[in-house]
């Protein structure tokens, strides 16, 4: 197995800002570039606009949602549907992901008028800016589902799941509110252990072979490493 690393060398290390990672993929194609000019800045969130939280949804939400990384949307789109009184705030820096749900949303030729969910905004960067700017004890419930592994022992300061993202997600998550996090990589499971063990903010309890709840919103990623073989693990952290 490939090295996890040492967490006392991570903890002395100052925030890793830099985003790593796919950004862009191919060239747009025509309707790409049209979901990206008229549909996202229709449910864009904006840093300027969160000070108001509870009004960027068409209703009042009974709680507040975030996903780190949302890759294709099937996720966010499985539990808006679920939970139609939750405002679900979803962040994802790769473009063609970012595409890919909106044009889940709008049929091809309404890219600028079809209506889009009235619970739902997306953050098009990367989710640590969003959690830095958020109001204090706001989010109800995190999903970090699948998050790239980086397994590479020097690569651990890309992992999202680092001492310094947890205290970013524990200043804005609410005493109580759950942080969902699953991964089917052996190195990034045991770095998930490690990092969780040794930090004070959540409550932490043993990691399940199973999905954690009854009708789980699968993703792309989840339903990859199943075919493939590989176990995923679920974790459910709460906030102290
Ligand atoms: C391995 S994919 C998993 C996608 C999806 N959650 C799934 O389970 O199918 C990880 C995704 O996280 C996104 N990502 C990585 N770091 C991010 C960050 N700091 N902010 C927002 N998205 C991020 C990547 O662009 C990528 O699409």
Known sequence: M?????????????????????????????????????????????????????????????????????????????????????????????????CSLLGRLVPVGKEATAPLPGMLRLWDNDARHMLMALPESVLDRV???????????????????????????ARVMKSGGIWQVASDDPVYQGWVQEVMAYQPYFNVSKPQTIRPEEGWVSTRYEAKAMMAGRQPLYWTFVRR
Do not use: C
């Open 2 to 98: 490939d090295k996890i690393g040492h967490l006392d060398n991570v903890l002395v290390k100052p925030s890793p800002n830099r985003l790593y990672g796919r950004q862009r993929g191919h060239s747009l194609r025509p309707r790409q570039k049209k979901l990206l000019d008229e549909t996202l800045p229709r449910i864009r969130l904006s840093l300027e606009q969160i000070e108001h939280l509870a009004s960027l949804f068409n209703q009042k939400p009974q709680q507040i949602w975030f996903e780190v990384g949302f890759g294709g949307g099937e996720h966010v789109l499985g539990q808006l549907a679920k939970h139609p009184h939750v405002g679900y705030i979803a962040s994802e820096v790769f473009r063609d992901g970012i």
């Open 143 to 169: 999903f970090l589902m699948f998050p790239d592994p980086w397994p590479k022992a020097r690569h651990t300061k890309r992992r999202f799941v680092h001492p310094q993202n947890v205290a970013l997600l």
